[in-house]
């Protein structure tokens, strides 16, 4: 198995609290999964993110309660990057190198997203099913998702 050679603080400097694990949790808001597929790390809206690995984008965009969200792909991996900034830096196609700079946090709310069916208690429209400003990250092999702690 081809291990990620980063470590969490990597990520993004100096923001490793990691505020949801994956696996069952309670739904922090509606349309939240009870069934994590990743970690969460909070950090302020900006903060700069980086590729876990070389690999291709694959994917970028508004993605139901991942909200803007940037995959990773390399071997049998697929790495989500979600509630990311809408104002992405990588293109679909591009090649990247393991801690290349790749995206920001995004913000909360988001505005003019068709189809975006999230929002908080006062019905301002949300970055997918989040409560506040952080990154969420999972690792898929072969597409099925396994927690992201078990390679950092």
């Known amino acids: 198995m081809i291990l990620i050679q980063t470590a969490l603080s990597g990520l993004f400097h100096g923001y490793t609290r990691i505020s949801s694990y994956f696996g069952k949790r309670k739904s922090p808001t509606s349309g939240a999964s009870s069934s994590h597929s ?14 876990v690995a070389d690999g291709e984008i694959t994917f970028r965009q508004f993605l139901g309660a991942g ?3 940037i995959t990773l792909s390399f071997s049998k991996f697929k790495i989500t990057y979600c509630h990311c900034d809408p104002n992405f830096i990588v293109e679909v196609g591009d090649k990247v190198k393991q801690g290349q700079v790749i995206g920001k946090v995004g913000p909360k709310y988001v505005y003019g997203v068709p189809g975006n069916q999230y929002s ?9 099913a989040t409560t506040g400003c952080h990154l969420h990250l999972g690792i898929r092999i072969d597409n099925k998702y396994q927690n992201p702690l078990d390679f950092f």
């Open 38 to 51: 990743g970690i969460d790390i909070p950090a302020p809206e900006g903060t700069k993110f980086i590729a």
């Open 67 to 69: 909200g803007y969200t």
């Open 120 to 128: 908080d208690s006062s019905g301002r429209p949300t970055n997918g």
